[in-house]
């Protein structure tokens, strides 16, 4: 199970910047950057120029791809979503449903006729079907809300899907009659919920998701789960689509209990519920062998901790007998699908920043590639990218670098891929981008490994000074790696160098590392960020006076934690930040979550666990400049935590500003000009403070 807007990994990490996402409304002062106006450079304005390819779907026989693909609109400031297909063979390109609607949510039909799609086309979400032999498009629901989890029935007949469905409530108190012609103010919100609010979604109407059944031809779409639970896809069918096998925390404490959730199957005719897990933790995802036989499965056994990795598990539905396929494998499992030969799946992973495929076989036997997947966030550089298997062998994958943002790439049966398109290149075949390289050093606290990646300016020469910015991750339990970065590739062309790293505490390094800031955290994930910048500095060509350091979310934690220890930074810029963690686990959208696994006790059993990682209790040593930038609609770290930092910087009289993004969530860049302003907003403040340098820049 995933809530959205959570994670990169199942509750993992659960304020990364979110891979997708930053945005500043039309309110906030839009502050021209100082980069160059050369046309050869990346601009800010090029940033509705991007696109990027995502959720590549094999066709079963392997011989086409359709996928969505994402561009930005600079008339309406919102991305708009495509859905194209490829043939695998000849690599023709073309576009299958295209517009300024939205299209996605691409799924064949188990004959490969005929492509069911989700749009906005009549107004409000319905599910579609397209003929691929006519071109023709049926318009099958009318459904109250979007649809997700979409999934055909073996013989092609009937598509599952999950759906929100609105419960209404008597009011707690009845309001007198309003005369004709009144005008009231707005009725009162009654809030009864556990969680009731989320982050982009704003306060939550009161209601679950369920699981519908609607005939492929179109038609009454018929609600098979009921109660007061939601009801989690991916959906996968049985062999003869009697029962629909899903995940859900049927318990009647669910509420209470975010990291639960178990593996069922409904029966179609009936309705009637099957479990068939249970164990404390998370169990989800479930996917059924081409033969029928088998239900591959993630999960973990539920420790409290701040990471919890996923596992690969099978179940062999006669027996019920489960077999855990990864126990001794380091990594988090993404993703998985069944081989076509029933005999082994294709799972994806993170590992030192990049996402990856391997094959591994139902006994166990793992077969790495160098398959990697990357390339679905544009804004920072974290990890992403997804894949699918057709049931021929043939994989489709989303592919990118530091220079590129995804492209669709095929592979067959695990052989190195060919990249099939190539959105960008129009774009970037005529600019200079900032060239990247990784470096390793060790941590000043206890030697840790760290991994980071150095962005060098266009037109770098190591004769010259530059100045820098430490770009931090959010999370933590995240990872960034060697993947494309607009906000940071904006940064490099204004003339800095830009560092970004994996301190302790990130994703793709294994169990270990993930949890070396269990309970701890901010902690010594500070000495590794330090040790990273004294690396840079050693190489003789960072100007130790115009240092800048920013993050957003964890990273934004990081930041303000910077400065509460050290002045070495010329100025900072504090993101969606926690600040106070007894305030923010009581405010937080998803607050039950995250002091049951964040912390031992809570904020008034043991304050002093709670106000000893807090950086507002270091506010008192700050003299470092600090910017604070924030969406007015975080739920996730709310615009609270905020306030007290800003205020508390005012009150001692250290240069601050708050920098409040109207309408915007924790996912702040989701519009293309919020991107643009974040990053202007930030080199406007880091120029405000920067100093000349002795040596000279270029």
């Known amino acids: 199970m995933k809530i959205q807007g959570l994670s990169c990994q199942r509750f993992s990490a659960l304020f990364c910047g979110l891979i997708l996402a930053s945005s500043m409304g039309a309110a906030v002062a839009y502050a021209e950057a100082p980069a160059s106006s050369d046309s050869r450079l990346f601009r800010d304005a090029d940033v ?31 991305a708009r979503k495509n859905i194209w297909l490829l043939d695998v063979s000849s690599g023709d390109h073309r576009p299958l449903l295209s517009g300024r609607d939205n299209y996605d949510t691409p799924v064949w039909s188990p004959s490969d006729d005929r492509i069911a799609y989700v749009s906005n086309a009549e107004g409000n979400y319905q599910l579609y079907s397209r003929w691929l032999d006519t071109g023709q498009t049926a318009l099958l629901s009318n459904l109250p809300s979007k649809p997700s989890a979409v999934s055909w029935s073996p013989d092609g007949k009937w598509l599952a899907f999950t759906l929100f469905v609105e419960e209404k409530k008597t009011p707690l108190a009845k309001m007198p009659a309003k005369p004709n012609g009144a005008e009231w103010a707005e009725p009162v919100k009654e809030v009864d919920a556990v969680t009731y609010r989320s982050d982009g979604a704003g ?58 959730s178990d593996i069922y199957s409904i029966d179609v005719a009936s309705g009637a519920i099957n479990q068939l897990t249970d164990r404390v933790g998370p169990d989800s995802q479930p996917r059924l062998s081409p033969d029928g036989k088998w239900l591959a499965y993630l999960g973990n056994d539920d420790r409290k901790m701040g990471h919890n990795p996923s596992n690969l598990y099978i179940m062999d539905l006669a027996s019920a007998k489960i077999v855990s396929l990864t126990e001794d494998f380091d990594r988090s499992i993404a993703d998985m699908q069944w ?14 920043g990049l996402g990856r495929i391997a094959k591994i076989s139902t006994s166990g036997k793992l077969t790495k590639t ?20 057709s049931a021929t062998g043939t994989i489709a994958l989303t592919v990118g670098s530091t220079q590129r943002p995804a492209d669709i790439a095929v592979s067959d049966n695990g052989q190195s891929a060919r990249q099939l398109t190539a959105l960008n290149e129009d774009l970037f075949a005529h600019k ?17 490994e760290i991994e980071g990646w150095l962005m060098t300016p266009p037109g770098f020469d190591a004769a010259h000074q530059y100045p820098m910015i430490l770009e931090i991750h959010g999370g933590p339990h995240t990872a960034y790696g060697p993947n494309f970065s607009a906000e940071a590739q904006l940064y490099a062309a204004a003339g800095y160098v830009v560092l970004y790293a994996n301190p302790r505490g990130s994703t793709s390094y294994g169990d270990d ?12 994930d500070y000495d590794d960020l330090m040790s990273g910048v004294d690396a840079v500095i050693e190489r003789g060509y960072i100007d130790a006076n115009n240092l800048f350091v920013t993050g957003g979310s964890g990273g934004g934690v990081l930041t303000a934690w910077i400065v509460g220890k050290t002045d070495r930074f010329r100025a900072a810029v504090v993101a969606k930040p926690v600040i106070n963690w007894a305030s923010f686990v009581l405010s937080a959208d998803f607050a039950i979550y995250f002091s049951q696994y964040w912390f031992d006790k809570q904020p008034w059993e043991d304050i002093e666990s709670y106000w000893k990682l807090s950086p507002l209790s270091l506010v008192g040593n700050v003299t470092t400049p600090t910017m604070l930038l924030t969406g007015e609609a975080d739920y996730r770290t709310p615009m609270s935590e905020t306030e007290q930092y800003y205020q508390a910087l005012k009150h001692r009289k250290i240069d601050t500003m708050m920098v409040r993004i109207p309408g915007a969530s924790h996912s702040i860049y989701k519009r293309p000009s919020n991107l643009i302003a974040k990053v202007n907003n930030i080199l406007a403040w880091f120029e405000r403070f920067r100093q000349p340098s002795e040596q000279g820049e270029k």
Request: no cysteine.
């Open 203 to 260: 306060f939550l109407k009161t209601g679950y998701k369920q699981i519908f059944v609607l005939p492929a031809d179109g038609g009454s779409a018929r609600q098979l789960s009921s109660g007061s639970f939601n009801y989690n896809g991916p959906l996968s069918w049985s062999k003869n689509g009697d029962r629909i096998f899903f995940s859900s925390n049927l318990r009647d404490d669910w509420a209470y209990s975010p990291g639960e």
């Open 48 to 78: 509705f120029e991007l696109e990027h390819a995502d959720d590549p779907q094999a066709s079963h026989r392997g011989q086409q791809v359709a996928y969505v693909r994402t561009t930005m609109d600079i008339m309406t400031d919102k």
């Open 370 to 389: 160098d398959l990697t997947v990357t390339g679905t966030t544009l804004g920072r550089p974290y990890s992403s990218g997804n894949f699918s298997v």
């Open 513 to 524: 590392f993930a949890n070396a800031i269990h309970r701890n955290y901010p902690g010594y």
């Open 432 to 448: 200079t981008l900032a060239l990247v390289e990784r470096m390793t050093w060790q941590s000043s606290h206890d030697g840790l």
């Open 339 to 352: 081989a076509g030969d029933n005999k082994h799946l294709w799972i994806q992973y993170d590992d030192r």
